[in-house]
């Protein structure tokens, strides 16, 4: 069984949230829902300003508090590392969105739509896709997922669930990166199997000193981060992109 | 080569490893290495449940979400475009990208990168304001009131003239294209265009009247094809059908000048370059220019100059200075540049300056930030010349030959003429001092042209050797010739001096500190830099963008940063300076099966000067009245998009009673552009305006007749290449989805309305030549665009010369290309057609292509030891006779012949442009948020999402200044534009209101908004069809565009300040106020 992780490279970083687009258009989500958001800070004073970038996804933690509180056994820990929701489970008491210290989960307030930011049910937009239905359509991935077959991603989302990264499950189990990772035109997204020496998780992290979010609350994040240092009070958030509605 | 795995031949993770063999050597084989291990396991997957990793869902094309046109990878679900990701055949998207004999199966897994906008492009695809049917005007231009008609209606309208808005109340005729194409012969065409050579030749007044008069003679039977017999050199009537576009790429640019210049006979075909970076080219193109025979002159001169530019080629680089540019957020940077440079940083075999008002997401991983004063980026590289002269940190062995044998001795592929010795005129430099002028001999030379030989004559140029002068051929391969760097003499009572002493004089006008002063940085910090710039050999570069360009010293600036990387040597060298190479569409190479330009059964010449004035020199032409002249006239450039409209609007040098645009919008992109309002909604202005366009934008509104067109997913172009990609490319965009347009038909075919169908259709009606049957001679049709297109496929299919060609396709890649565009309607792919357009013979090379999304050369094939394989390769200009004969039209004086530092801002007639002393204290740039394009992203939700409407930055202290704090709203105001207002119609305008962000990233003083946001038409607002209300999405109009406050020129005054060298159009030398808005 592999054991899935994440690295993210700040040195290498440029803050163009990239991957916060390919998540979006991978993973169909609502409006001001961000699964992969990035950070950036400004930090100093004239001339000797500093600006950097922090892309932060789901951290599947290895301890997640997320799942502890869930009190119908929707949020579960798979063996390969990921934390996943089952949508047929979930009651949507949003007890796990309190419980995350990193705030990666979102409500879903609506019912789903095919895409979220338009209305492709509506004429004029019919009228430009001679009547069909673009974009991608999650449907096609409503299937059940790992040896558990459980239903964590794709067309079973409901309204009033909750939702978050889910390191592109329906991509890995096909041996494919995550979309993020996939998309980054900088690299400074690694995706890969920790019990592998050869992987590029496992190299990055034996050659660089790493860390991770919030390390002291014990949570084990399965994401790690090498290069520049975590945010501090200094840093300003700039380019805030509202996530909430 | 790879080996097959079982029946679906894709690859096993053993044959990864090889097939990373394959994708080439480098220390970055571990990204793509990566990426194709990631395919292995959906390789050996027995029933892949992600349909978009199949190959028989892919189809690979090129974005345009931005000009970069990174490769795309587009997956197709139900005839529906459903997600896009980077193509990994192109280097665009891959270092190294995967070898091009890789099979399409084996990388189905492998999803390359792509910026945000990239992938956002299917909602600008998708867009539920794009257009699908032609719109006519149903109310005054820009009422934004429109009715539906037909195809052919329009295209009959447009052909005939005639009455065409009688309905509306205005009872004008409308002049049509049949009106307009007067002069049909190309004989005659070709006599009249060497009679006016002559008589622009004559430079005296009166002989120049007597030819005229002989022209008037000689042509009297064809006198009323011209638009003034007394002006001949004005062209014929045919010129006054314009042609001109924002985004054209090659493909839609050969099959437009196919129907404006060669067919038609327009000489008004003109780009959109100097609102990007016109400067940058231009510069560019004077240091390239070649002193060479000219076949039409039948004399030696300076020609053939490139426009073009050099980038950094980062990959190799170990120190950039990036000046005006931000490759992380524009300069054609991401995908290509950003893992280059990241790759450099991470291993430490790179750092880079940043020369940037604004700390840009760049200069957040420089090693230096410098915030320079806008317009004074020439002083920052005089500086910095300074610097290396004072302390002899040039590369002198590179910058002493002045010859191609000197450089070939030295393993050099360029060569400059620092040392040819200039002549002074009255203390001005000049000329090049020549053989004759010592009395030494002139070589005679002969050519042949046409059968017949021509004798002409080769004054040699002469460098100063140990204090002798010896003459010498800049490209004689034999004799080797060096000169003396720094020369100040007299030679047979001839003042000369080198061109490197001449520069040397330009950068000593100042101390360093003096010119630290005028940048308003630190001295220290340019002699950092200086430095740096100098110890790394020729693996340094200065890359330089808009930033140093869009100034009314552009051209002045650009020469000097350039010059910069000539000190150091680092042309075609790996690290230094590369330039684009191109597989060529056009067929014009040995070896290629379609040459498109002489496939034509009746090609005429377009001639007379054109309607921005370009490459012409005022003192020529039969207007010369002394100065200043009504207009200027730009010698040494050429698209010049701001001078377009308003020259419409002056009737200067003559009406234009036809235009054509195609996408493109003035009216947003220019600075000032609400001045091109004005003018476009005045039918007296404009008989006939059309626009080509896929939603009703900032500019189309104000058109007679929207033409719907086919976005960047349905339609054939070439995108070519960018100097930063030292890989050979040529990226093919074609179409992977229905077309969203109604279908037509034209020539008897189907075909999706579109620009080819528009042009088509106006060509069928009007029996142009080179078009439907016999378009391309005997037996050869254009009835299709694929019939064009296809034909160009073929030719990069061809490669640049014999043996160059791609392999076949086999049997199963032919599969795939038919199983991959199952869904695309008949109107746009059907296989036997298309096999008919290029013949069996090119078919499968052709189909081997399109598999790809193009052609591209392999990795290993780009470098050759220390240099890059694919060269710029000739002499290279720091100093230029020919700029320095050549006369701003408004002023009469002659512009300088090498880099120099002119103060910015400067009016048309050279004066200064002072705002700040009427209050207007802050300086207004504007820079690039990655996610957005211009006037095409700033509409596209997903896009919207990343940055739902912009921001005006402000420095800290101005913000204390003024009271500002973080989202309060302001409004823009300038000198010319008090109100801060966009006048779109009549009674309504668009306050140029944004919200303040606060930083300490900018320098105090200069405020700054990211392009993109504000629109006020593109879907924004409602518009009226058929007298229905289709309500625009306030969604997209969010958000500030402060064009119109950028400078209004005082002398012209429909035009923004533009550089009268290099024809920039001036986006950052407005001085503004910000001014509080209730919230």
């Not at chain 2, 029933?47 to 978009?52: M, N, R, S, T």
């Not at chain 2, 009131?145 to 052909?159: L, N, S």
């Not at chain 2, 565009?1041 to 986006?1067: E, Q, W, Y």
């Given at each position: 069984m592999p054991r899935y992780a994440m690295v993210v490279d700040l040195d290498r970083c440029m803050g163009c949230r990239a991957c916060m687009e390919a998540c979006k258009v991978e993973n169909n989500t609502p409006t001001a829902a961000f699964w992969m958001y990035v950070f950036r800070f400004e930090e100093g004073e004239y001339p000797n300003t500093y600006i950097w970038f922090m892309p932060r996804p789901c951290m599947h933690c290895d301890n997640p508090p997320c799942a502890k509180v869930c009190p119908v056994g929707a949020r579960y820990k798979r063996e390969d590392g990921l934390v996943a929701t089952d949508w047929d489970r979930c009651i949507g008491c949003r007890y796990c969105e309190v419980a995350c210290p990193y705030g990666v989960n979102y409500f879903n307030w609506k019912e789903p739509v095919r895409n979220y930011y338009l209305d492709w049910g509506e004429r004029d937009v019919r009228r430009v896709t001679n009547g069909q239905t673009p974009p991608y359509r999650n449907p096609d991935l409503d299937r059940p997922y790992g040896e558990e077959k459980r239903r964590v991603a794709g067309g079973g989302r409901l309204k009033g669930v909750v939702e978050k990264c889910t390191f592109c499950v329906q991509r890995v189990e096909e041996g494919l990166q995550p979309a993020c990772v996939a998309n980054c035109p900088a690299f400074a997204l690694h995706f890969g199997d920790l019990e592998d020496p050869q992987s590029s998780v496992s190299q990055v992290l034996g050659r660089k000193h790493s860390w991770r979010l919030l390390e002291e609350l014990g949570t084990e994040p399965r994401v790690y981060y090498v290069g520049a240092h975590p945010a501090h009070p200094e840093s300003r958030q700039i380019e805030e992109v509202k996530a909430r509605v | 080569m790879t080996e097959r795995n079982g029946e679906n031949g894709r690859i096993t993770r053993r044959q990864l490893l090889k097939a990373g063999a394959l994708v080439g050597g480098g220390a970055l084989l571990g990204q793509a290495g990566r990426l194709l291990a990631s395919a292995q396991e959906v390789a050996q997957s027995p029933?892949?449940?992600?349909?978009?990793?199949?190959?028989?869902?892919?189809?690979?094309?090129?974005?345009?979400?931005?000009?970069?046109?990174?490769?795309?990878?587009?997956?197709?679900?139900?005839?529906?475009?459903?997600?896009?990701?980077?193509?990994?055949?192109?280097?665009?998207?891959?270092?190294?990208?995967?070898?091009?004999?890789?099979?399409?199966?084996?990388?189905?897994?492998?999803?390359?990168?792509?910026?945000?906008?990239?992938?956002?492009?299917?909602l600008s695809v998708y867009d539920p304001y794009r257009l699908r049917v032609v719109l006519k005007r149903a109310g005054p231009r820009?009422?934004?009131?429109?009715?539906?008609?037909?195809?052919?209606?329009?295209?009959?309208?447009?052909?005939?003239?005639?009455?065409?808005?009688?309905d509306i109340g205005e009872d004008r005729h409308v002049p049509g294209l049949r009106e307009l194409w007067a002069l049909r012969d190309p004989k005659v065409a070709k006599e009249m265009d060497a009679f006016v050579r002559r008589i622009r030749a004559e430079k005296d007044p009166a002989k120049k009247q007597a030819l005229v008069r002989e022209f008037q003679q000689t042509f009297r039977d064809h006198l009323h094809t011209l638009i003034d017999p007394d002006h001949p050199d004005l062209g014929p009537k045919n010129n006054q059908f314009l042609y001109f576009w924002g985004r054209q790429k090659a493909g839609r640019t050969e099959f437009?000048?196919?129907?404006?210049?060669?067919?038609?006979?327009?000489?008004?075909?003109?780009?959109?370059?100097?609102?990007?970076?016109?400067?940058?080219?231009?510069?560019?193109?004077?240091?390239?220019?070649?002193?060479?025979?000219?076949?039409?002159?039948?004399?030696?001169?300076?020609?053939?100059?490139r426009k073009f530019y050099w980038q950094a080629d980062t990959e190799h680089s170990e120190f950039v200075v990036f000046v005006g540019a931000s490759p992380f957020e524009g300069n054609y940077g991401p995908t290509n540049r950003v893992p280059r440079l990241t790759e450099g940083l991470a291993t430490g075999r790179l750092k880079f300056a940043v020369v940037d008002p604004r700390l840009s997401k760049t200069a957040a991983k420089a090693w230096k930030w410098i915030p320079a004063r806008p317009g004074t980026e020439g002083a920052l590289a005089l500086a910095v010349i300074r610097w290396i002269l004072d302390h002899q940190r040039y590369d002198a062995r590179y910058l002493r030959n002045a010859n191609k044998a000197a450089a070939e001795e030295d393993g050099e592929p360029t060569w400059c003429n620092a040392t040819w010795l200039v002549k002074l005129e009255k203390g001005r430099p000049e000329g090049f001092l020549r053989a004759s002028d010592l009395g030494l001999p002139v070589q005679k030379r002969s050519q042949e042209v046409k059968g017949k030989r021509v004798e002409y004559e080769f004054d040699p140029f002469v460098v100063l050797r140990d204090g002798r002068p010896v003459p010498f051929d800049p490209y004689d391969e034999q004799?080797?010739?060096?000169?003396?760097?720094?020369?100040?003499?007299?030679?047979?009572?001839?003042?000369?001096?080198?061109?490197?002493?001449?520069?040397?004089?330009?950068?000593?006008?100042?101390?360093?500190?003096?010119?630290?002063?005028?940048?308003?940085?630190?001295a220290e910090d340019i002699e950092e830099l200086a430095r740096e710039f100098t110890s790394h050999g020729k693996r340094a570069a200065a890359d330089i963008h808009r930033g140093v360009s869009q100034h009314t010293n552009g051209f002045y600036n650009v020469w000097a940063w350039m010059t910069l990387n000539v000190l150091i040597g680092n042309l075609d060298w790996k690290g230094g300076m590369a330039s684009a190479k191109v597989y060529d569409p056009s067929g014009e190479k040995e070896g290629q099966p379609f040459n498109l330009k002489e496939l034509h059964p009746k090609r005429t010449t377009p001639f007379g000067v054109s309607i921005i004035r370009h490459e012409t020199k005022y003192e020529e032409s039969t207007l010369f009245r002394g100065y200043p002249a009504k207009r200027p006239w730009y010698p040494l450039s050429s698209d010049v998009y701001q001078e377009i409209v308003p020259s419409i609007g002056d009737a200067y040098p003559y009406p234009i009673k036809i235009a054509f645009l195609y996408m493109g919008s003035p009216a947003y992109s220019l600075p000032a552009g609400h001045t091109t309002i004005e003018v476009l909604k005045d039918p007296n202005k404009l008989p006939l305006f059309v626009a080509v366009d896929i939603t009703v934008g900032e500019t189309s509104m104000y058109a007679d007749y929207i033409l719907p067109d086919l976005s960047y997913l349905e339609r054939w172009e070439f995108q070519g290449s960018h100097p930063n990609m030292t890989v050979k490319v040529q990226p093919v965009r074609q179409p992977v989805i229905p077309p969203v347009p109604e279908t037509v038909r034209v020539f008897g075919e189907e075909m999706p309305i579109s620009l080819e169908a528009f042009l088509l259709a106006c060509a069928e009606r009007l029996g142009l030549p080179g078009f439907g049957k016999d378009g391309f001679g005997p037996g050869q049709d254009l009835r299709r665009p694929e019939d064009f297109y296809l034909k160009m496929v073929a030719n990069v299919a061809a490669g640049d010369r014999p043996g160059d060609a791609v392999p076949d396709a086999s049997d199963e890649e032919v599969r795939l290309f038919l199983q991959a565009r199952r869904h695309l309607p008949k109107s746009v792919f059907d296989p036997e057609k298309w096999k008919r357009a290029v013949g069996e013979a090119w078919w499968r090379k052709v189909v081997y292509v399109l598999n790809r999304g193009g052609r591209f050369q392999e990795y290993q094939k780009a470098f050759k030891g220390e240099q890059l394989a694919n060269q710029y390769g000739t002499l290279v200009s720091i100093y230029s006779e020919k700029v320095a004969k050549t006369k701003n039209s408004m002023t009469g004086k002659p512009f300088p012949g090498l880099p120099a530092y002119i103060p910015a801002p400067r009016d048309a007639l050279d004066r200064p442009v002072e705002d700040e002393k009427a209050g207007y204290d802050l300086h207004l740039i504007t820079y690039r948020e990655v996610s957005h394009t211009k006037s095409r992203t700033g509409t596209n939700y997903w896009l919207l999402a990343l940055l739902p409407e912009n921001f005006v930055l402000v420095h800290r202290q101005d913000a204390e200044r003024l009271g500002l704090k973080d989202g309060d709203l302001v409004r823009v105001t300038s000198a010319s534009n008090p109100d801060g207002m966009w006048p779109v119609l009549d009674g309504h305008s668009k306050p140029m209101v944004g919200r303040v962000r606060v930083t300490e990233g900018i320098r105090p003083g200069v405020v700054a908004f990211s392009l993109g946001h504000g629109h006020w038409a593109y879907g924004s607002v409602d518009l009226v069809i058929d007298g229905k209300v289709l309500k625009g999405?306030?969604?997209?109009?969010?958000?500030?565009?402060?064009?119109?406050?950028?400078?209004?020129?005082?002398?012209?005054?429909?035009?923004?300040?533009?550089?009268?060298?290099?024809?920039?159009?001036?986006?950052?030398?407005?001085?503004?106020?910000?001014?509080?808005?209730?919230s």
């Open positions: - | 029933a892949v449940q992600y349909p978009l990793a199949q190959a028989e869902n892919q189809l690979y094309s090129s974005c345009l979400m931005c000009n970069t046109g990174c490769g795309i990878k587009v997956k197709v679900l139900d005839g529906v475009a459903a997600k896009i990701d980077g193509n990994p055949y192109n280097p665009f998207n891959l270092v190294p990208h995967v070898s091009y004999k890789t099979a399409p199966h084996q990388v189905a897994g492998v999803d390359a990168p792509l910026c945000p906008k990239g992938q956002a492009g299917l820009g009422s934004n009131k429109w009715r539906t008609i037909p195809f052919d209606q329009a295209v009959r309208e447009i052909v005939d003239g005639g009455k065409l808005f009688a437009a000048r196919r129907f404006v210049q060669e067919s038609f006979g327009s000489v008004n075909f003109h780009g959109h370059t100097t609102v990007c970076q016109g400067s940058l080219y231009f510069a560019c193109k004077a240091m390239s220019e070649q002193y060479e025979f000219d076949e039409k002159d039948g004399k030696m001169k300076w020609t053939k100059g004799n080797p010739v060096e000169g003396d760097l720094l020369v100040d003499t007299t030679l047979n009572g001839i003042r000369v001096k080198s061109g490197l002493q001449l520069l040397g004089e330009e950068a000593r006008r100042h101390s360093l500190q003096e010119w630290a002063e005028i940048c308003g940085v630190r999405d306030a969604r997209r109009g969010r958000g500030i565009h402060a064009n119109a406050a950028m400078r209004v020129d005082p002398v012209l005054k429909n035009v923004c300040l533009s550089d009268p060298a290099g024809a920039s159009a001036v986006f950052y030398d407005t001085r503004v106020k910000l001014v509080r808005e209730a």
